[in-house]
């Protein structure tokens, strides 16, 4: 227990911290099914472990399911969950699929009056009943993690903020600079109608059109040459380019 406490503060990856939760409760539980559903922007919950799977258990946040369980706050089974509740017909469904991937115990995470997911679990090893104890360690380990996923997902804001605030300063200093570039050709073809037979005029266009191409293969270089030490997120960059 003090492992996991030690080992899930110091993780702010959220595939890393459910890897944690997962791996502690299977070998102090013997538990093989385990699957964790997380809450998303409009609170719907969604499969977040395993990562690679063939399913997708999902429950829209509109249903008074997540507000029963996070009210019961307590580890509970899913047959005493469809004896307790009157259900509706997509928690009826929901439940179901829970079945069918042999998870038999829900475990509300929940952490600052938030319900931030849902830990489901399997049958103990040899079909073992849980015990208070057992209850009693999936609480703590749940509440722990709980606390651990949000304080990830505040991390990743805070970080794409930041990255939010440089890519603006980028964008301003590229589009102040393109906006030159079109000013001086803009200039160009306007006098061109005029006096484009003109010598003096030709050569000026030809220095003008050398000059600006030089000036953007600069700004191309720049943009293409980063800074030593500076590592470019293509990823975390789609996420910005997406926002904006």
Not at 1 to 9: D, H, L, P, V
Not at 72 to 84: A, F, Q, S, T, V
Not at 89 to 102: D, H, I, M, P
Request: proline share 2%; glycine share 4%.
């Amino acid at each position: 227990w003090t492992r996991f406490s030690e080992n899930i503060a110091s993780l702010l990856d959220l595939d890393e911290i459910l890897k944690e939760v997962a791996g502690v409760v299977s070998s102090n539980l013997w538990i093989e099914d385990i699957v964790i559903l997380l809450s998303g922007e409009g609170g719907d919950l969604s499969s977040a472990y395993p990562k690679e799977s063939s399913f997708e258990l999902a429950i829209r946040r509109e249903e008074d399911f997540l507000d029963w369980i996070f009210r019961y706050g307590e580890p509970i089974g899913i047959k005493d969950i469809e004896l307790n509740k009157s259900l509706t017909e997509e928690e009826r469904v929901f439940l179901k699929q829970a079945e069918e991937l042999k998870l038999a115990l829900c475990v509300p995470m929940i952490a600052k009056r938030n319900l931030v997911g849902l830990l489901f679990l399997g049958q103990k090893k040899g079909n073992q009943p849980f015990s208070e104890e057992d209850f009693s360690f999936l609480g703590g380990v749940a509440h722990q993690a709980s606390i651990a996923v949000l304080n990830a997902k505040l991390s990743q804001e805070l970080i794409l903020s930041r990255e939010m605030e440089s890519f603006n300063k980028l964008s301003s200093f590229i589009l102040h600079d393109l906006k030159n570039f079109i000013s001086m050709l803009s200039m160009l073809l306007q006098n061109a109608e005029e006096r484009l037979k003109n010598p003096d005029f030709q050569k000026s266009i030809l220095v003008t059109i050398s000059d600006t191409v030089e000036r953007m293969k600069n700004l191309i270089s720049k943009l293409s040459t980063p800074s030593a030490g500076i590592k470019l997120d293509l990823n975390l960059f789609n996420e910005i380019s997406a926002k904006i």
